[in-house]
Nanobody
């Protein structure tokens, strides 16, 4: 089992930046892949970006790859999401997720067994 706890969300002005953190605990050595998702008001949960835990190789959504950067600290078992040039459309509840299984469909929420509780990001002037 893996436990995930997000932090770092908040209210930010358009054009600002945030770094979200996701602290992992438990059987982190079993994690193969981690990811960030978000759920905007009235929308379904959507995948943003993913990282292979051991290699650090990333696969970001093309539409946001210039502004969203995923990384991880394997020594401290922390996953990060750096968000730059924030826009009002980025307002959402952001979730980190992890899986201990190999999957080709890393964009699907159903392929992640472990989830954090979410951290709210609100972009507003």
């Amino acid at each position: 089992q893996v436990q995930l706890v997000e932090s770092g969300g908040g209210l930010v002005q358009p054009g600002g930046s945030l770094r979200l953190s996701c602290a992992a605990s438990g059987d982190v050595f079993t994690v193969i892949r981690a990811a960030w998702f978000r759920q905007r008001p009235g929308k379904e949960r959507e995948w943003i970006t993913t990282i292979r835990w051991n290699s650090g190789f990333t696969d970001p959504l093309d539409a946001v790859k210039d502004r969203f950067t995923i990384s991880r600290d394997v020594d401290n078992d922390i996953l990060y999401l750096q968000i730059d040039s924030l826009e009002s459309e980025d307002t959402a509840l952001y979730y980190c997720a992890a899986t201990d299984r190999y999957t080709s469909d890393f964009r699907s929420p159903s392929n992640y067994a472990y989830w954090g509780q979410g951290t709210q990001v609100t972009v507003s002037a």
